[in-house]
């Protein structure tokens, strides 16, 4: 049996805390939070609850977190349970900054413990059936890889009306916007389906005003072949769930592919149709496919699956922190890519003012 | 519109900025709707007055966010207006009776002290009062953020906001509008009473006003005129702007929103499976 203490039972503290009691041979020990609310939630499940990790931690016989945390407070999490030989699954983003990020491996390696990013976009359905089509060669040699992810971020509330955290809103706390929340998941799809990728161009956009940005779009080009991969991300929009607007194209040189094509059709009918097999299935005394019947976010119950089954064989995580690492290194170039480009765009409409100006006075 | 300005010191303008919403999802008031109320103020006044743009904190929506987010804070810079969050500074408790209950709600004292209150709502569905206009805006003026706490009771506080504070002008912002789905309609309606607009604007969104329960409630209470409304029709009929607003069935949308928690509720239940806790609460 595993024990897993659940550090941070916010909206996904609390969906991994379910997950988790689901998952085989896992135990699901106690969670920490300070919000008296979220704790009320996990006692709810007869969790035992603590308002502050460091207390979780200390006062329980654990082999592993789940943090799910505000960025801001991350490493200092990943710090703490690292100390105390605690193996770590870590919600995404790994951290705020590159530099943040390299710490918070330093230290895991240092404390010899295990730490897995949950970038959960890889176990949808749709993109296992893509990634099976790219790695079979069914499409050729992508040359071009377009994602796009666009969702309502701070600007729409969920199904219950409470306001977004305010850490979201706040480059130090958050560490960056729309790129770090949602190109994140692009980016390590696209790198996970194409191999390592470098920035060769990126636009960030900030039409809310905000202090982070709201919109971009980023151009990689791959180190090892000659696809180039396009992320397009938005915070703009007001859809919420079930509505989902993500896709990866793949252009190869056999032929076109996207995700698109393997969602299903109808959201509600396919949640008819899964959560009939699994009535089935417990009836039959079969294991369920927890979340099926949501479709995109059976991909958290997946991952938390395969986190405790490598805990439990001793087997390599799935993701590998060099290639989150890669990740932030490619985050980190766009930032500091855009901001080059905001000066250049300066430039070149401080050049056009000037000749306007001359052509006047001419 | 024969309104007696003389007189006017302080307005008070309230758009409808319920969440961080652009304009173009129909759900927040145009900021062009409100720059050109501020000119059309600054024509008919001058420019001995101030004008004050104001919005309250809601449940799910922080004013300091939106302004920023909506292009008001830009917006009120442009006009040289001030911009005030009615959930902060002096609020005061105000007491009002609706039919044999008394009603207390807190309100921005920069809201009771104004001389001219324009009320600049949007014309759109609500999922939960079926109408959402001119009184329903004044709703949204309420100091209290946490707004959903009075939906039990919110047929009488929209009644009592609307008795407290009172809009002497309703601009509705209809260039987009939000019914089944947002549509542009390029519309603008005013009136000198937020119920005798409502009931228009209820008939245009093809519900009888008087099954809307605050609507009839605030004719009772007589807030204003609901029975023989003279309506100017400038450019475009009424019955054109009725037949293209995109209509919505409140009550099929409560019956099957509500029977499908019902149901995913019950299949997690027997099945065991995960319930998302953000379609738990």
């Not at chain 1, 977004?164 to 706390?173: A, G, M, T, Y």
Request: with cysteine; net charge neutral; hydrophobic share 40%.
């Amino acid at each position: 049996m595993v024990t897993a203490g659940i550090i941070g039972l916010g909206h996904m503290g609390q969906l991994h805390m379910l997950n988790a009691m689901r998952v085989d041979g896992v135990e699901v020990v106690a969670g920490a939070d300070k919000s008296e609310k979220n704790r009320k939630y996990a006692e709810r499940f007869h969790v035992k609850t603590y308002d502050d990790y460091s207390k979780l931690i200390d006062a329980e016989e654990l082999d592993a977190v789940i943090i799910s945390l505000p960025n801001f407070l991350k490493k200092e999490g990943v710090f703490y349970a690292a100390e105390k030989g605690l193996d770590i699954f870590l919600d995404k983003p790994i951290s705020r900054n590159l530099a943040e990020a390299q710490e918070m491996v330093g230290k895991v390696e240092k404390e010899n413990v295990r730490m897995m990013v949950g970038v959960n976009y890889r176990y949808f359905p749709c993109v296992q059936k893509l990634k099976n089509r790219v790695d079979n060669g069914e499409i050729g040699d992508t040359l071009i890889a377009t994602s796009e992810l666009v969702l309502n971020g701070p600007i729409s509330h969920a199904v219950v009306p409470v306001p977004v955290p305010e850490w979201w809103l706040s480059k130090d706390l958050a560490g960056g916007g729309a790129l770090l929340d949602l190109g994140y998941h692009l980016i390590d799809l696209l790198s996970w389906l194409l191999g390592d990728f470098d920035v060769t161009y990126s636009i960030l956009e900030n039409k809310m005003h905000l202090s982070v940005e709201d919109a971009g779009t980023i151009v990689l080009k791959s180190k090892s072949c000659d696809a180039t991969g396009i992320v397009n991300v938005g915070w703009f929009s007001k859809s919420i769930f079930p509505d989902f607007n993500f896709r990866i194209n793949m252009h190869g040189t056999v032929g076109f592919d996207s995700t698109d094509r393997y969602i299903p059709a109808d959201a509600r009918i396919n949640a008819v149709k899964e959560g009939a097999l699994n009535l089935i299935r417990r009836v039959a005394g079969r294991k369920l496919s927890y979340l099926s019947y949501t479709y995109y976010y059976s991909s958290f119950y997946k991952i938390m699956d395969l986190f405790f089954d490598a805990l439990k064989s001793g087997a390599e995580f799935p993701i590998s922190l060099e290639k989150q690492l890669d990740v932030m290194r490619i985050i980190d170039s766009a930032y500091r890519l855009n901001k080059i480009s905001l000066d250049k765009h300066s430039d070149i409409v401080q050049m056009i003012d000037s000749e306007y100006h001359l052509n006047e006075v001419k | 519109m024969n309104y007696n300005f003389s007189g006017i010191k302080n307005v008070v303008i309230k758009p409808n900025l319920c969440y961080y919403w652009p304009a173009s999802t129909g759900e927040t008031t145009d900021g062009r709707v409100v720059c050109a109320v501020i000119k059309y103020l600054r024509k008919r006044i001058g420019n001995d007055f101030n004008i004050t743009v104001a919005e309250a904190d809601a449940s799910a929506m922080r004013t300091k966010f939106a302004f920023s987010v909506l292009g008001y804070d830009e917006l009120c810079q442009k006009n040289n207006v001030a911009l005030k969050n009615l959930s902060e500074g002096n609020i005061i408790e105000k007491t009002v009776g609706v039919g044999k209950t008394d009603v207390t709600l807190p309100f921005n004292e920069v809201l009771l002290n104004a001389d001219l209150i324009v009320d600049v709502p949007k014309l759109k569905t609500h999922n939960f009062v079926g109408v959402t206009c001119a009184m329903k805006n004044i709703f949204g003026s309420i100091s209290k953020p946490r707004k959903y706490t009075y939906h039990d009771n919110i047929v009488n506080v929209i009644v009592a906001a609307n008795k407290i504070i009172k809009s002497d002008i309703v601009v509705v912002d209809g260039l987009i509008v939000r019914g089944s789905c947002p549509k542009k309609l390029g519309v603008i309606m005013a009136s000198d009473n937020p119920l005798t607009n409502d009931f228009v604007a209820a008939k245009i969104m093809s519900f009888n006003p008087k099954r809307v329960p605050y609507l009839s409630l605030a004719a009772k209470e007589k807030i204003g005129e609901a029975e023989n409304i003279s309506i100017i029709e400038d450019g475009v009929k009424l019955a054109e702007i009725k037949k293209n607003f995109p209509h919505y069935s409140h009550t099929m949308h409560s019956i099957s929103w509500g029977a499908q928690l019902k149901l995913l509720k019950a299949y997690t239940a027997v099945s065991g499976d995960v319930l998302p806790p953000f379609l738990e609460k």
